[in-house]
């Protein structure tokens, strides 16, 4: 499978472990790219795209995540034939706004018709683990459903 991870990061967490999932997918061709880069009205629908996103402020999308989350609102792309599956970064110390940014863009994917495979990955920074350990098997998981 040929799978393009997106990583929307403001401090650069969500970024390695997007590079962390590409080198841990064994046996796909992967590519990885900042969400600043990609215009998401010309997405690969021949690709699998797995976006990686963290949440800063309070319950908003990180900086690098927000254009392209802001044109997928204006211009609302047909994406039904994109699959993807999502990862959220956050930290249940906000209680009410727990990985609210990986909700948004989870929404405005599924309101521009693409097809969400999967259950939507979350990593707490405030449980002690490491964002890998929790994200390679939701990964393997993910793929095994494509
Ligand atoms: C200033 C600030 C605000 C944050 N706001 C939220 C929030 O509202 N909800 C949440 O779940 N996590 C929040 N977080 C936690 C981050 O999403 C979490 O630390 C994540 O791992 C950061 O990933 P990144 O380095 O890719 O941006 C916040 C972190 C900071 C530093």
């Known amino acids: 499978m040929n799978i393009h991870f997106l990583y ?14 590409a080198t841990g997918a064994n046996g796909h061709e992967t590519q990885v790219s900042d969400m600043d880069d990609v215009d998401p009205t010309a997405l690969d629908a ?3 795209h797995v976006l990686v996103c963290s949440t800063f402020g309070t319950g908003e999308l990180p900086s690098t995540a927000e254009a392209f989350f802001d044109k997928l609102k204006s211009a609302k792309p047909d994406l039904s034939e ?6 959220g970064l956050g930290d249940r110390t906000f209680s009410e706004t727990f990985n609210h ?4 863009l989870m929404n405005e994917m599924i309101a521009c018709k693409a097809q969400m495979v999967g259950e939507r990955g979350i990593y707490d920074a405030s449980g002690g683990d490491m964002p890998e350990d929790i994200a390679l098997p939701w990964l393997e998981d993910l793929l095994a459903k494509v």
Request: no cysteine.
């Open 82 to 87: 994109l699959k993807f599956g999502i990862f």
């Open 101 to 104: 940014g990986s909700e948004s």
């Open 46 to 48: 021949s690709q699998f």
């Open 8 to 21: 929307g990061t403001e401090t650069g967490t969500a970024e390695m472990l997007a590079e962390d999932m």
